[in-house]
């Protein structure tokens, strides 16, 4: 067995999604709850703004069902073990959070005839050496009906629970 540059528990790697999803149930709810509770006791027409914010959090109580499914599915799904070639690693900024940029790790690996991509912590991404071999265990990501690409050739990673350095020989490689 080679070392191990990255381990989590399943658990801790759909945390954030499922943090997410508890978050916003409780934002939808207390929503739902503030546009029927009556102020002060007394019977008061009901206001274009309370039938907004009540819209609002349904929405919010919807969404984060859907999230919620979309996340326990995954979690609950296969977990897949292959060992791959680093082909490119690549720091990627996006826009995000009104104007802020965010920054992912993102490693380009391949396993002829497919390749994947992994997005990886900071740590585990400065270990990751490129045409270097490791075995990555990860949940394959799931649409909400079916993949949008052709999954004979290409697969992208939901979450990785570990990533350990493999013998050369297991890529092709002498």
């Known amino acids: 067995m080679g070392t191990v540059i990255y381990s989590v528990s399943p658990m801790q790697a759909f945390m954030g999604q499922f943090v997410t ?3 916003m149930l409780a934002i939808g709810i207390f929503g739902l709850a503030t546009s029927f509770i009556r102020e002060g006791g007394r019977r008061k027409p009901i206001t274009l703004s309370r ?3 009540g819209l609002a959090g349904g929405f919010l109580v919807l969404t984060a069902g859907v999230l919620a499914f979309l996340t326990y599915r995954e979690f609950k799904g296969e977990v897949k073990t292959v060992t791959v070639l680093v082909d490119d690693k690549q720091v990627v900024e996006s826009n995000c959070n009104d104007g802020d ?3 992912s790790y993102l490693v380009e ?3 002829p005839p497919k390749a994947y991509d992994f997005t990886v912590d900071r740590e585990a991404y400065e270990k990751l050496q490129v045409r270097a071999c490791y075995e990555f265990t990860y ?3 799931h649409g909400l009906l079916a993949p949008a690409y052709d999954t004979n050739y290409y697969e992208a990673a939901s979450a990785i629970t570990s990533i350990i350095v493999a013998d050369a020989s297991a890529c092709g490689q002498h």
Do not use: F, Q, R
Request: charged share 5%; proline share 7%.
């Open 139 to 141: 949940y394959p990501e």
């Open 109 to 111: 690996t391949s396993a």
């Open 51 to 53: 039938i907004v914010l």
């Open 101 to 103: 940029t965010c920054i």
């Open 21 to 23: 999803a508890l978050i």
